[in-house]
């Protein structure tokens, strides 16, 4: 192989390998149901730029406008909270009285808000590829836990 088609090649492959990173994940996720709350605040690191990309994308469907506050201490954040570490992503957000650990689509969210649980929140752990704000494809069902006040996990829904 000549070093120009070398190079061709080369090319190609980081364009192909850098198209998932590129992309925000998003489109898949865009929902027409808005979130009736009336307070909204994302709590993250400084230098995690997929939760900027998510928040922009959430802050189409909330009521309110979502506030972003940076921590330079999330870990003990999430502590007082009581997300167990098993349950934790790269940012948490306080939507009026629960938590939503993670890049949760907009739609579950919704849907937290029509059923009311006697729970603190819910959570999508990690960062998996394909959920909104992370870019990729979305790899098989991802369970979406209960964040419960008195410890514990269970399965809220899967997607």
């Known amino acids: 192989m000549s070093r120009r088609a070398a190079l061709l090649a080369g090319g190609s492959a980081l364009a192909i390998a850098l198209t998932g990173c590129l992309s925000d994940g998003t489109d898949e996720w865009e929902t027409d149901e808005a ?9 993250k690191g400084p230098n995690c730029n997929c939760c900027d990309v998510y928040a922009e994308y959430l802050d189409d469907s909330l009521t309110a406008d979502l506030e972003t506050v940076v921590s330079d201490d999330l870990e003990a954040f999430k ?25 949760v689509p907009a739609e579950t969210i919704a849907t937290l808000f029509e059923d009311e649980p006697d729970i603190a929140g819910i959570a999508l752990p ?10 990729g494809e979305k790899d098989g069902t991802w369970p979406v836990y209960e964040i419960r006040v008195e410890g514990g996990r269970a399965v809220y829904t899967e997607l």
Request: hydrophobic share 30%; glycine share 16%.
């Open 126 to 135: 990690g960062m998996p590829s394909g959920s909104p704000g992370m870019g």
């Open 79 to 103: 502590d007082d909270r009581g997300i167990e570490p098993g349950l934790r992503s790269c940012h948490t957000l306080e939507l009026d009285d629960y938590l939503v650990e993670g890049h």
């Open 35 to 43: 979130i009736p709350v009336t307070a909204a605040t994302m709590y």
